[in-house]
């Protein structure tokens, strides 16, 4: 497997990649997890952070052995009981899996979420940074973009998945009793677009 997910030299590749891991893990403890999931390891720096920062019971999920995950499976068949876990987090990982097995990945993901889900996907999608004395912020341009980072096998608004596409098939398999909280492009590295959904508490 490509070093990329363990190496300093990515991890440390930009400002908004650290900027990212912060969003990972502020989304994540916004949901009050007693246990967290993340499938896909990657660089290990948010599981480093919510186990020796937190009281938060991490475990992990990976195809890879070298990374070390509590769990060695896939996505597409979790080793897990329903709502075994009360958040779920996937970072910048069910592009790496054939377009066709996102509905599949996802409804595995939230049969096994008590609480809460949280993911990040590329969104290849062109943006303008508009930079003024008191505010910031992107504007989206239209068009799919038709070349894809390496490893990736569909992007938001890579041809052949486009935004509306992706989401489609997003709502599609979200359950009842969950609901979208928010959906966003961070700011400083808009590349990466935010999901974060919980279940609807019962009054």
């Known amino acids: 497997m490509d070093d990329q997910f363990w190496s300093w030299k990515y991890l440390s590749n930009s400002k908004p990649t650290w900027i990212s891991h912060f969003h990972q893990v502020d989304e ?3 949901t009050n ?3 967290i999931l993340e499938i896909g390891v990657g660089t290990g720096l948010f599981g480093s952070v919510i186990k020796h920062f937190t009281n ?3 475990e ?3 195809i890879t052995p070298e990374l070390k995950p509590t769990y060695i499976a896939s996505v597409l068949n979790l080793p897990f009981s329903d709502n075994s876990f009360d958040t779920i987090c996937c970072f910048q990982v069910l592009e790496h899996l054939p377009f066709e097995d996102f509905e599949t990945a996802l409804r ?3 049969r ?3 609480n809460a889900v949280v993911l990040s996907l ?5 943006v303008i940074k508009i930079k003024l004395p008191k505010i910031k912020f992107n504007i989206e341009l239209f068009g799919l973009r038709q070349n894809i980072y390496s490893g990736h096998m569909w992007e938001i608004n890579y041809k052949g998945s486009p935004k509306k596409i992706v989401e489609k098939k997003i709502y599609n398999i979200v359950p009842v ?3 979208l909280k928010k959906s966003y492009r961070v700011d400083e590295n808009p590349y990466h677009h935010f999901y974060v959904f919980s279940k609807i508490k019962s009054e």
């Open 108 to 110: 595995q993901i939230f």
């Open 28 to 30: 994540c403890l916004k």
């Open 56 to 58: 938060v019971v991490y």
């Open 60 to 62: 992990s999920l990976d």
């Open 112 to 114: 096994c979420a008590k």
């Open 122 to 126: 590329p969104n290849a999608g062109r």
């Open 177 to 179: 009793g969950w609901e």
């Open 33 to 35: 997890p007693d246990s």
